[in-house]
Structure formats: structure tokens, C-alpha cells
């Protein structure tokens, strides 16, 4: 389960997306509550193009699940900024500073996630480890412990229903959002206890719900707008599944669904 707290962060997050280009403005609150949110985890990446953010309004936290292959770079990152990495801190953790980026390796099991800090340092200036980075005073780098849930829109991941786009929440705790007003067809694998499956821009006619094998599927029609979700091998056998409350009674995580007004449904 998500919180409503989480689930309006994660939805403000959908919508700023990766490049942060709101306008300068400071938490006025004065505590450590952060302007902006990102999840690292969350764009697509690889090892020689890393995802690129940008911590230059306000106070922006970043946070970054271990568990989950990443390599992303930061730009503008300072003092009131932070980088949260979900796990306690693994025994792998390399800092160094490469002509001014600082970049820590956090290698957990085989999983690297990297995250490079643009132009954070001198480039002489000594950074090879956590503390030494810290003891700088440019931003925060933490190891919270707390798993991260990811945040993902079913809506641009270009599945088709010929080929749906396939996507697996077996490692880690997910928030899937699904825009009722974008086609999309999506194959979930994996969709279990923490995670969460959300609609969004519906009204509860939109939505059918159905169980065939050990699958369930969910069909969303909004003004023939049509977006599928199936969600492999969530049904027990001899189980039906034909709405929203009998899905959410198997326990095998959450689907929810809000109006176009952001309102909650079924709840
Ligand atoms: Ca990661
Ligand atoms: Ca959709």
C-alpha cells in the first residue's frame, strides 16, 4: 500500500518529469521538507547515457533504489539538496571525483546504480569517500535504508496490442500510473504485495475487469481512448476476478483509480 502523501508525490513527479525547469524558489517552511522529488530509478538510462536532472529549484531530493540498475547525473546540486540511496549503505560504495564530477559507484550484490554530480568540486579537490563528500557541505548523500517505490507511466513505454509493452515489478516496490486519456497496452510480470496500480482520469463505467487462465486484464475505455493492463498470473486458479474490489481481495497488490478532478475511487 501507498499513502496518499506518496501517491501525490509520485503523481507530482509523473508530471515534472525528468528536466526540472519550475522557477527558483526556496521552502519557505525552513525545515527539511524538499521543493521537488525525483526518482532516479525512473527514466531511462544506460551506463554511457546516463538520465539527466537538474537540483537548481529550490530544495530537490533525489532519491535512487540500489536494488535497481541505474546511472544518472546531476546537475546544479548544492546545499540544500540531497541524493537518498534506499539501502543501508552496501558494502561497496566508491566516491571519486573525475575533473570536478563527484561520482559514487553503489554496487549492491551485481546491481551498480551510479550517480555523477556535475562539476560539484574542484578538480583537485580530495573526494574518495562518502564522509569526505559530506563533510564538503554541498548536498546531502544518505543511506536511508527505506525501499523506494518507483515510479512508472504506463503511458510511454509504446506497447501496442500486438506487442504490449512488457514490464516486470519483481524487484522493488512500484506505482504504476495509467492516463485514462492516452492509449497504452502494458504487460505487468511480477505484480505483487507492494505494489500499486493506479488509473488515472476515469470514472468507474470506464473500467472492465476480467480473469482468463491464472491472468487479469483490465480494459479502460474512456471516450473510446483504450488503455490495457494485463497483469500475468495474479489469479489464483479457479479464482474470478471481475472488478476492482476483487482483484484488490487476492492480495497480490493494489489497483486504484482516481476522476479527472484527482478524486479517489472505489475507496
Ligand atoms: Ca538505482
Ligand atoms: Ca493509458
Same mark, same amino acid.
Given at each position: 500500500? %501507498? !499513502? =496518499?502523501?506518496?501517491?501525490?508525490? /509520485?503523481?507530482?513527479?509523473?508530471?515534472?518529469?525528468? #528536466?526540472? =525547469?519550475?522557477? $527558483? $524558489?526556496?521552502?519557505?517552511?525552513?525545515?527539511?521538507?524538499?521543493?521537488?522529488?525525483?526518482?532516479?530509478?525512473?527514466?531511462?538510462?544506460?551506463?554511457?547515457?546516463?538520465?539527466?536532472?537538474?537540483?537548481? /529549484?529550490? #530544495?530537490?531530493?533525489?532519491?535512487?533504489?540500489?536494488?535497481?540498475?541505474?546511472?544518472?547525473?546531476? &546537475?546544479?546540486?548544492?546545499?540544500?539538496?540531497?541524493? %537518498?540511496? =534506499?539501502?543501508?549503505? *552496501?558494502?561497496?560504495?566508491?566516491?571519486?571525483?573525475?575533473?570536478?564530477?563527484?561520482?559514487? +559507484?553503489?554496487?549492491?550484490?551485481?546491481?551498480?546504480?551510479?550517480?555523477?554530480?556535475?562539476?560539484?568540486?574542484? *578538480?583537485?579537490?580530495?573526494?574518495?569517500?562518502?564522509?569526505?563528500?559530506?563533510?564538503?557541505?554541498?548536498?546531502?548523500?544518505?543511506?536511508? @535504508?527505506?525501499?523506494?517505490?518507483?515510479?512508472? &507511466?504506463?503511458? +510511454?513505454?509504446?506497447?501496442?496490442?500486438?506487442?504490449?509493452?512488457?514490464?516486470?515489478?519483481?524487484?522493488?516496490?512500484?506505482?504504476?500510473?495509467?492516463?485514462?486519456?492516452? *492509449? !497504452?497496452?502494458?504487460?505487468?510480470?511480477?505484480?505483487?504485495?507492494?505494489?500499486?496500480?493506479?488509473? !488515472?482520469?476515469?470514472?468507474?463505467? +470506464?473500467? /472492465?475487469?476480467?480473469?482468463? =487462465?491464472?491472468?487479469?486484464?483490465?480494459?479502460?475505455?474512456?471516450?473510446?481512448?483504450? !488503455?490495457?493492463?494485463?497483469?500475468?498470473?495474479?489469479? *489464483?486458479?479457479?479464482?474470478?476476478?471481475?472488478? %476492482?474490489?476483487?482483484?484488490?481481495?487476492?492480495?497480490?497488490?493494489?489497483?486504484?483509480?482516481?476522476?479527472? /478532478? @484527482?478524486?479517489?475511487?472505489?475507496?
Amino acid at each position: 500500500m %501507498i !499513502s =496518499s502523501a506518496i501517491s501525490a508525490l /509520485a503523481l507530482a513527479a509523473l508530471v515534472a518529469g525528468c #528536466s526540472s =525547469s519550475s522557477s $527558483h $524558489h526556496t521552502n519557505s517552511e525552513g525545515d527539511d521538507a524538499p521543493d521537488l522529488v525525483f526518482y532516479l530509478d525512473s527514466a531511462p538510462n544506460t551506463p554511457t547515457e546516463p538520465s539527466r536532472w537538474e537540483a537548481d /529549484a529550490g #530544495s530537490v531530493h533525489f532519491y535512487d533504489d540500489a536494488n535497481i540498475e541505474s546511472y544518472s547525473a546531476i &546537475s546544479f546540486f548544492e546545499e540544500e539538496d540531497a541524493l %537518498i540511496f =534506499s539501502l543501508t549503505k *552496501p558494502s561497496l560504495v566508491q566516491t571519486l571525483n573525475r575533473h570536478g564530477d563527484v561520482v559514487f +559507484n553503489v554496487i549492491s550484490g551485481d546491481i551498480t546504480s551510479r550517480v555523477s554530480l556535475y562539476d560539484a568540486v574542484g *578538480p583537485n579537490t580530495v573526494v574518495s569517500t562518502l564522509e569526505q563528500y559530506n563533510a564538503i557541505g554541498s548536498g546531502k548523500v544518505e543511506f536511508r @535504508g527505506a525501499e523506494v517505490t518507483q515510479l512508472v &507511466s504506463l503511458d +510511454n513505454l509504446d506497447g501496442t496490442l500486438d506487442v504490449p509493452a512488457e514490464i516486470s515489478a519483481g524487484t522493488g516496490s512500484y506505482y504504476f500510473n495509467d492516463n485514462a486519456n492516452t *492509449p !497504452s497496452v502494458t504487460t505487468l510480470i511480477d505484480f505483487g504485495a507492494d505494489d500499486t496500480l493506479n488509473f !488515472s482520469g476515469v470514472e468507474p463505467a +470506464n473500467i /472492465a475487469v476480467s480473469s482468463y =487462465s491464472n491472468n487479469v486484464e483490465i480494459h479502460v475505455n474512456k471516450d473510446a481512448v483504450m !488503455s490495457v493492463v494485463v497483469i500475468e498470473g495474479a489469479a *489464483p486458479n479457479n479464482t474470478m476476478v471481475f472488478d %476492482i474490489e476483487s482483484f484488490n481481495a487476492l492480495g497480490v497488490g493494489t489497483i486504484t483509480a482516481t476522476d479527472t /478532478a @484527482g478524486a479517489s475511487l472505489f475507496m
